[in-house]
């Protein structure tokens, strides 16, 4: 459960359905920034973190297109610069479809986030979908697992 704390969120263990909508929300306001003028595809992502701050993120594309960044790794990048290491949920807007987040975001979060660390996809209407990471990606290479 997560409690609306002082300027931020606290999460006790699940999050509840009104963190999950605001997350969203913020994830559609992050996309209005997004520099894609090569895809026309503006996505947008907002991160919780344990500390209960949310950093926010837009895609920025480069016209040397692997330049260019996703959403989610924005915001994480954002989060992990301002000194953050660990995290709760993240959620990603990309308008009226869910997009669902590409295999290198995924693998950037495997660095920060836990196997129950969740993932909302914004739908229609303020809907969403959620799966936790583990789910979105099964054998993920940590450095934890395989670096020893
Ligand atoms: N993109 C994201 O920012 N996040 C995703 O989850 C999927 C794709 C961006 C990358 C590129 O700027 C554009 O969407 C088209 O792929």
Do not use: W
């Not at 907002?46 to 959403?71: D, H, K, P, Q």
Request: aromatic residues 8%; charged residues 20%.
């Amino acid at each position: 459960m997560i409690l609306p704390g002082k300027g931020g969120l606290t999460m006790s263990h699940t999050p509840d359905a009104a963190v999950a909508d605001r997350l969203v929300e913020k994830a559609r306001t992050a996309r209005r920034n997004a520099y894609c003028p090569y895809s026309r595809f503006a996505v947008g992502a907002a991160l919780l973190a344990e500390s209960s701050r949310i950093y926010t993120g837009a895609n920025c594309e480069n016209a040397a297109f692997g330049a260019g960044i996703c959403a989610e790794r924005a915001a994480l990048s954002a989060a992990v610069t301002a000194g953050e290491r660990r995290f709760l949920l993240l959620a990603v807007a990309a308008g009226d479809k869910p997009v669902t987040p590409c295999g290198i975001c995924r693998q950037v979060m495997r660095e920060f986030c836990r196997d129950d660390f969740l993932i909302y996809m914004g739908g229609p209407e303020g809907s969403y979908e959620t799966h936790t990471l583990a789910e979105m990606l099964p054998f993920g290479f940590s450095a934890s697992q395989h670096m020893k």
